[in-house]
């Protein structure tokens, strides 16, 4: 069974990246969730990045704020897809230089990144990476996203009454 780990730079996090737990949850995929900041504990950041994929992970999930260098470290070090979820914290400015530290990395070492504080779409694509090879991961996704499109058409059709 795939796993994803979900990683943050600072506890203070803990409330954005719970969106990509729940999500995950809802797609019964198993996630392994920690701290680890790039900046206060580098060894263990090391540590995670180069034997995630030796654990059974999948695909990683790094949020981070500020400077916001978990995603990009943790994908120069790991042959495992990275999706990087910028969050507006305390220390940013407006969410800008987290977007654009996890956005802009140099070929080579690729990190998709999510909309600020948008843990619940790393969630949903770190599923989708899942899907591409397990089936029934592949099945949940489509029934979510059939929901989502029943939604919408639930309430164009009340706006209508």
């Known amino acids: 069974m795939s796993k994803v ?6 506890i203070s996090d803990m409330p954005v990246m719970q969106e990509a737990i729940d999500i ?3 797609f019964n995929i198993e996630t392994e969730v ?3 900041s790039a900046h206060r504990t580098p060894e263990k950041l090391f540590d995670f990045s180069k034997n995630a994929h030796n654990r059974g992970i999948s695909v990683i999930i790094a949020g981070a ?24 914290s305390s220390n940013s400015i407006d969410g800008w230089d987290s977007v654009l530290s996890i956005l802009q990395m140099p070929g080579g070492v690729p990190v998709a990144t999510v909309a600020l504080n948008g ?9 989708q990476i899942i899907g591409s090879a397990d ?16 939604a919408v ?8 009454k």
């Open 5 to 10: 780990a979900i990683i943050m730079g600072s």
């Open 24 to 26: 995950l949850k809802e």
């Open 34 to 36: 920690d701290i680890v």
């Open 65 to 88: 704020g500020g400077a916001a260098h978990l995603p990009g470290m943790v994908a120069s070090m790991s042959p495992l897809p990275v999706i990087g979820v910028p969050v507006k």
């Open 119 to 127: 843990a619940k779409n790393a969630g949903i694509l770190a599923a």
């Open 135 to 150: 089936k029934n991961v592949l099945n949940k996704i489509v029934t979510y996203k059939e929901g989502l499109r029943d």
């Open 153 to 160: 058409l639930k309430a164009s059709e009340n706006l209508n």
